[in-house]
């Protein structure tokens, strides 16, 4: 569930408020949005690579709930969809044709056309991405040279631009495919910027538009997180040292505890 | 969940009978068989006809009487779609191709569909075993936290090559005759011989040996009369025709193992003559139990990659017993069950003991445990039944008359 905006501005406001100490307008508290919610959403690789350390020594624990590697990945859902890539002829590749951007590639599976003559059944193969260099090697080699039930993969870019995109785009090639091929990537989108929309009300206040408005796309377990490090750079902006050493060690003490 | 996923129809049978539950065009039909449905064509007039691994069959509701179906229908994803309409109610049963032609229509469903099926369950593919590999011993908190998918096909198929060369059984054999040439070309997966045998009347075996009696040049040059080898215009030595073969082939080798013969040139001249030595005249040197036997001998020519036969073995019948690597063909690359667990073994140790920084003493553990697990495969599918073993052995006591 994502987090509601509203509230989010809203809390910041009430804290800053209550000792007169500054207003945000909402076209800063939307940059600030912008910028804590891509911080938040950056620290999940490195703190999902350092937690999971505790698997690869079996120290990690199997409650249900407790397992800080699981609540970190289940963080990336909202972030986390499977989307298909359309073969595209001139580039021998694949492409994106959606509209949201790819922050990184997961698993990339392949299914492989069932009505070539004398051919079987339909191959679903999960495709292995590698370096060009790697794919080139692998290639070469009898033994590993990439079939149906082992596809490989490496990213480029296409060689012009295609429609509506205006600069080149992120092309998967992969071997054995043709123009049949279907590809389904488990991708990675980088977050949607959150916005806090208004009309403005007959005294010249700023009043919530929420149809208009686009809350943040993190889980509603990081609202707490979003409104400390939203104080912070708040009151970076309105230089108050106090709210920037309350919000700071408030978010170091919850990384902190985090990864411990 | 259970491992077998036929029902006795479809694995004895080869057969899948379905009902169609209205009339309808575009009526879908599952096959669920371990076999994939291949599907060339339902026109028997069309070439591609011949690549179905199966018959479709009809038959009207309440009437047991089969017809073949060759009218449009499109096979995706073993779905077979039937494009015009079937009535309610119709049988429709999908027969694979079978040795004995199923028992369907005019039972004319001639193949090796179903026979292929059959002990399929004593095997695991590799496919099979990468995928298991990769669930089992690959993750987090694992010996291997990651491995490329391309590395564990690569380990797994050097070691089905390995397991095939000493392991596994050798289930390769060809029936051929031996053609007035005396020559007959390496089988296409060849990697070694078993064994050889020609096969008389009765069917029963003589093992054919190797000679060293001669052999096979690799090159035969030919030279000029100072003995320098000759060169074509393209500058590479100009070959000719093996005397030593021809040679060979001329040669009656009752002179070389037939005792009744001892007075020809070659017993005079080495005494006792090549064979079992029996009644010689002036045998100097006696027996050579290498040479004494009168199966005939063959010799592998490196040169055109064949086998060549002894003259006495023209026309015979032969079995030969060969090993290939196991990858040759798609439905070769499979283990039997008896040594998956060896196959495990060997993959771990092979990526672990590739890897830089590893401690020594895991690669050491998984050496041991590798061959262990090499040796109770190997023990395995030696199969050695103690009833068999304890029947051979009753002999022992025979006595050996001298």
Same mark, same amino acid.
């Given at each position: 569930?994502?987090?509601?905006?509203?509230?989010?501005?809203?809390?910041?406001?009430?804290?800053?408020?209550?000792?007169?100490?500054?207003?945000?307008?909402?076209?800063?508290?939307?940059?600030?949005?912008?910028?804590?919610?891509?911080?938040?959403?950056?620290?999940?690789?490195?703190?999902?690579?350092?937690?999971?350390?505790?698997?690869?020594?079996?120290?990690?624990?199997?409650?249900?709930?407790?397992?800080?590697?699981?609540?970190?990945?289940?963080?990336?859902?909202?972030?986390?969809?499977?989307?298909?890539?359309?073969?595209?002829?001139?580039?021998?590749?694949?492409?994106?044709?959606?509209?949201? /951007?790819?922050? %990184? $590639?997961?698993?990339?599976? #392949?299914?492989? @056309?069932?009505?070539? *003559?004398? +051919?079987? =059944?339909?191959?679903?193969?999960?495709?292995?991405?590698?370096?060009?260099?790697?794919?080139?090697?692998? /290639?070469?080699? %009898? $033994?590993?040279?990439?079939? #149906?039930?082992? @596809?490989?993969?490496? *990213?480029? +870019?296409? =060689?012009?631009?295609?429609?509506?995109?205006?600069?080149?785009?992120?092309?998967?090639?992969?071997?054995?495919?043709?123009?049949?091929?279907?590809?389904?990537?488990?991708?990675?989108?980088?977050?949607?910027?959150?916005?806090? =929309?208004?009309?403005?009300?007959?005294?010249?206040?700023?009043?919530?538009?929420?149809?208009?408005?686009?809350?943040?796309?993190?889980?509603?377990?990081?609202?707490?997180?979003?409104?400390?490090?939203?104080?912070?750079?708040?009151?970076?902006?309105?230089?108050?040292?106090?709210?920037?050493?309350?919000?700071?060690?408030?978010?170091?003490?919850?990384?902190?505890?985090?990864?411990? | 969940?259970?491992?077998?996923?036929?029902?006795?129809?479809?694995?004895?049978?080869?057969?899948?009978?379905?009902?169609?539950?209205?009339?309808?065009?575009?009526?879908?039909?599952?096959?669920?068989?371990?076999?994939?449905?291949?599907?060339?064509?339902?026109?028997?007039?069309?070439?591609?006809?011949?690549?179905?691994?199966?018959?479709?069959?009809?038959?009207?509701?309440?009437?047991?009487?089969?017809?073949?179906?060759?009218?449009?229908?499109?096979?995706?994803?073993?779905?077979?779609?039937?494009?015009?309409?079937?009535?309610?109610?119709?049988?429709?049963?999908?027969?694979?191709?079978?040795?004995?032609?199923?028992?369907?229509?005019?039972?004319?469903?001639?193949?090796?569909?179903?026979?292929?099926?059959?002990?399929?369950?004593?095997?695991?593919?590799?496919?099979?075993?990468?995928?298991?590999?990769?669930?089992?011993?690959?993750?987090?908190?694992?010996?291997?936290?990651?491995?490329?998918?391309?590395?564990?096909?690569?380990?797994?198929?050097?070691?089905?090559?390995?397991?095939?060369?000493?392991?596994?059984?050798?289930?390769?054999?060809?029936?051929?005759?031996?053609?007035?040439?005396?020559?007959?070309?390496?089988?296409?997966?060849?990697?070694?011989?078993?064994?050889?045998?020609?096969?008389?009347?009765?069917?029963?075996?003589?093992?054919?040996?190797?000679?060293?009696?001669?052999?096979?040049?690799?090159?035969?040059?030919?030279?000029?009369?100072?003995?320098?080898?000759?060169?074509?215009?393209?500058?590479?030595?100009?070959?000719?025709?093996?005397?030593?073969?021809?040679?060979?082939?001329?040669?009656?080798?009752?002179?070389?193992?037939?005792?009744?013969?001892?007075?020809?040139?070659?017993?005079?001249?080495?005494?006792?003559?090549?064979?079992?030595?029996?009644?010689?005249?002036?045998?100097?040197?006696?027996?050579?139990?290498?040479?004494?036997?009168?199966?005939?001998?063959?010799?592998?020519?490196?040169?055109?990659?064949?086998?060549?036969?002894?003259?006495?073995?023209?026309?015979?019948?032969?079995?030969?017993?060969?090993?290939?690597?196991?990858?040759?063909?798609?439905?070769?690359?499979?283990?039997?069950?008896?040594?998956?667990?060896?196959?495990?073994?060997?993959?771990?140790?092979?990526?672990?003991?590739?890897?830089?920084?590893?401690?020594?003493?895991?690669?050491?553990?998984?050496?041991?445990?590798?061959?262990?697990?090499?040796?109770?495969?190997?023990?395995?599918?030696?199969?050695?039944?103690?009833?068999?073993?304890?029947?051979?052995?009753?002999?022992?006591?025979?006595?050996?008359?001298?």
């Amino acid at each position: 569930m994502a987090v509601n905006i509203n509230t989010v501005y809203t809390t910041v406001l009430f804290i800053l408020n209550k000792e007169q100490r500054g207003y945000i307008p909402p076209a800063e508290f939307n940059s600030l949005a912008v910028q804590v919610q891509n911080d938040i959403f950056e620290s999940y690789f490195p703190d999902g690579n350092q937690v999971n350390r505790l698997n690869q020594s079996n120290r990690q624990n199997d409650t249900e709930f407790f397992d800080m590697f699981k609540n970190i990945s289940y963080k990336l859902f909202p972030f986390e969809k499977e989307t298909n890539f359309t073969y595209n002829a001139a580039n021998t590749g694949f492409i994106y044709t959606g509209t949201k /951007t790819i922050y %990184k $590639l997961g698993e990339i599976v #392949a299914k492989t @056309p069932t009505s070539q *003559t004398g +051919q079987p =059944a339909n191959i679903e193969s999960v495709v292995q991405l590698t370096s060009k260099s790697d794919y080139t090697e692998i /290639t070469k080699s %009898k $033994l590993t040279l990439p079939t #149906a039930n082992y @596809p490989i993969c490496f *990213t480029t +870019q296409t =060689a012009a631009a295609i429609a509506p995109a205006t600069t080149p785009q992120l092309l998967i090639k992969v071997s054995p495919a043709s123009a049949t091929t279907t590809l389904a990537v488990n991708c990675l989108f980088a977050p949607t910027n959150p916005s806090w =929309a208004f009309t403005v009300g007959t005294l010249g206040q700023y009043i919530y538009n929420s149809s208009l408005s686009v809350d943040f796309q993190l889980d509603i377990a990081e609202q707490n997180t979003l409104i400390i490090n939203i104080l912070k750079y708040a009151g970076i902006i309105i230089k108050d040292p106090q709210i920037v050493q309350a919000a700071a060690q408030e978010a170091q003490s919850e990384e902190t505890n985090l990864k411990s | 969940m259970a491992l077998l996923t036929e029902n006795n129809r479809q694995y004895y049978a080869g057969a899948q009978g379905f009902l169609a539950k209205s009339t309808l065009a575009n009526q879908e039909f599952t096959a669920t068989f371990d076999t994939d449905l291949v599907f060339g064509s339902f026109n028997p007039l069309e070439t591609n006809y011949a690549l179905n691994n199966f018959k479709l069959y009809t038959a009207a509701a309440g009437v047991n009487q089969y017809t073949e179906y060759t009218l449009a229908y499109t096979v995706i994803n073993n779905v077979i779609k039937i494009t015009n309409t079937i009535a309610a109610n119709t049988s429709v049963v999908i027969q694979l191709k079978s040795e004995n032609g199923g028992q369907y229509g005019n039972k004319d469903a001639y193949g090796s569909a179903v026979e292929e099926n059959w002990g399929s369950y004593s095997y695991i593919t590799l496919n099979d075993i990468i995928d298991n590999f990769m669930v089992g011993y690959i993750g987090d908190g694992k010996l291997i936290g990651t491995v490329k998918k391309s590395d564990v096909l690569f380990f797994a198929k050097r070691g089905l090559q390995e397991f095939s060369y000493d392991t596994l059984k050798s289930i390769k054999s060809q029936e051929l005759s031996i053609p007035p040439s005396l020559s007959i070309p390496m089988p296409q997966d060849y990697v070694n011989y078993v064994d050889m045998s020609w096969v008389d009347k009765a069917g029963i075996k003589h093992i054919i040996y190797p000679t060293t009696l001669t052999s096979d040049p690799y090159r035969i040059p030919l030279q000029d009369s100072d003995g320098i080898p000759t060169q074509d215009n393209f500058g590479s030595n100009t070959q000719g025709t093996s005397q030593i073969e021809k040679r060979w082939n001329d040669n009656n080798l009752s002179n070389l193992n037939n005792e009744l013969d001892n007075n020809s040139f070659w017993s005079n001249i080495y005494g006792g003559g090549f064979g079992n030595g029996f009644g010689t005249n002036g045998g100097q040197y006696g027996l050579q139990p290498e040479i004494a036997q009168i199966n005939g001998w063959f010799t592998i020519n490196e040169r055109t990659n064949t086998f060549s036969f002894s003259s006495d073995l023209s026309d015979k019948l032969i079995i030969l017993q060969y090993i290939s690597d196991g990858l040759a063909a798609d439905g070769d690359t499979r283990v039997p069950k008896m040594a998956e667990e060896a196959m495990y073994a060997y993959l771990s140790h092979a990526i672990i003991s590739t890897r830089a920084n590893q401690p020594e003493y895991v690669v050491n553990r998984l050496s041991r445990e590798k061959t262990a697990k090499l040796r109770n495969a190997k023990i395995r599918l030696s199969n050695i039944k103690l009833d068999e073993f304890t029947q051979i052995m009753r002999g022992k006591s025979k006595w050996i008359k001298s």
